[in-house]
């Protein structure tokens, strides 16, 4: 029977690292904040920004939602980022996506300062990802490997499969787990037969979106299955993994919910403390 990848427990003991740390910026007078930009009324994105409003005041770190909206041009949109980007007060600045139809996206994160950029969707950010320089990097893959590293799992050396090139997650996971040296496949909607690549890997991240795609057959005994996928189904959320039947032939497994989800909130906070420093405050 695998070892759980606990998320809950990792996440407590980041969340402590976290407040020690917004304590120390208070004690030279920075006061770390978040400001987070919601438009239109999207059910999800209103659970989702209320989410992070709680996760940060528990955490000390000051937090605006600014609310705007469906119909909002984008040019006023454009106005709130460059006026946040200028605030010296504000240290993190998130757009809650989706957004609506006449509002470009990429337009809207090109907009945002990348050293203010906590969810690690600047281009800058993204080129950082792959040259190996500091940035500011999305929180689900960290989560990915943090959630590994804090559980005690060698990353070095291994072959860590990847299901899934998404954006959000599987692209930039290749990028992160390549500098912790492990050796990488990515596999995707396109790949023949997807069990004979996650067979032959030490480490399975699952990033599709598929509720249950991984199977039994398609681990090798004793591996790490990290499972970030989040889907919602009859039976509530479940996973990419099929988490009752992979478990019983993995080494160690994530559980959805209670794994790689559970960090991604107070990584984001994280973020908010690493832009501070990009920002050179308190220099
Ligand atoms: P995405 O952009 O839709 O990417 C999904 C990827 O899965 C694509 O690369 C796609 O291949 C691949 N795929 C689809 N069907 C496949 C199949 N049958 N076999 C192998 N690969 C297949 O998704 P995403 O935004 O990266 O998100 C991935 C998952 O992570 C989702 O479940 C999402 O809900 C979850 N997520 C979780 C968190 C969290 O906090 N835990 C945060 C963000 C996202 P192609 O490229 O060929 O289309």
Redesign the pocket.
């Known amino acids: 029977m695998a070892q759980l990848l606990d998320g809950k427990a990792v996440s407590k003991v980041l969340k402590e690292e976290i407040q020690q740390e917004v304590a120390q910026w208070k004690e030279k007078g920075v006061n770390p904040k978040l400001a987070v930009i919601l438009v239109g009324d999207d059910p999800a994105s209103v659970v989702y920004a209320k989410s992070k409003q709680k996760v940060s005041e528990n955490l000390g770190i000051a937090f605006e939602l600014f609310t705007m909206p469906g119909d909002t041009p984008e040019a006023e949109v454009l106005g709130l980022i460059e006026r946040l980007n200028q605030d010296k007060n504000v240290h993190g600045i998130m757009i809650e996506l989706p957004l609506p139809k006449h509002i470009s996206k990429e337009t809207v994160m090109k907009a945002v300062l990348p050293e203010k950029d906590v969810d690690g969707v600047h281009p800058i950010n993204r080129g950082y990802i792959l040259s190996g320089e500091e940035g500011l990097f999305p929180?689900?893959p960290q989560?990915c490997i943090e959630l590994m590293l804090r559980s005690g799992v060698e990353i070095s050396g291994k072959h860590v499969v990847i299901?899934?090139?998404?954006?959000?997650?599987?692209k930039p996971l290749v990028f992160l787990i390549l500098k912790h040296n492990a050796t990488v496949t990515i596999?995707?909607?396109?790949?023949p037969d997807?069990g004979a690549f996650t067979r032959q890997a030490d480490i399975v991240v699952a990033?599709?979106?598929?509720a249950k795609?991984v199977k039994k057959d398609m681990i090798k005994p004793g591996a790490i299955v990290v499972d970030?996928?989040?889907?919602e189904t009859e039976d509530g959320i479940c996973g990419?993994v099929d988490f009752e039947a992979v478990k019983e032939v993995a080494g160690m497994i994530s559980p959805v919910p209670g794994g790689?989800?559970s960090l991604?909130t107070a990584l984001i906070m994280k973020n908010v403390l690493k832009g501070i420093k990009l920002q050179g405050v308190g220099k």
Request: include cysteine; glycine fraction near 20%; charged fraction near 15%.
């Open positions: 929180a689900t989560s299901v899934g090139r998404g954006e959000t997650v599987g596999c995707h909607s396109r790949t997807l990033a599709v979106g598929k795609l970030a996928g989040i889907n990419d790689v989800g991604t």
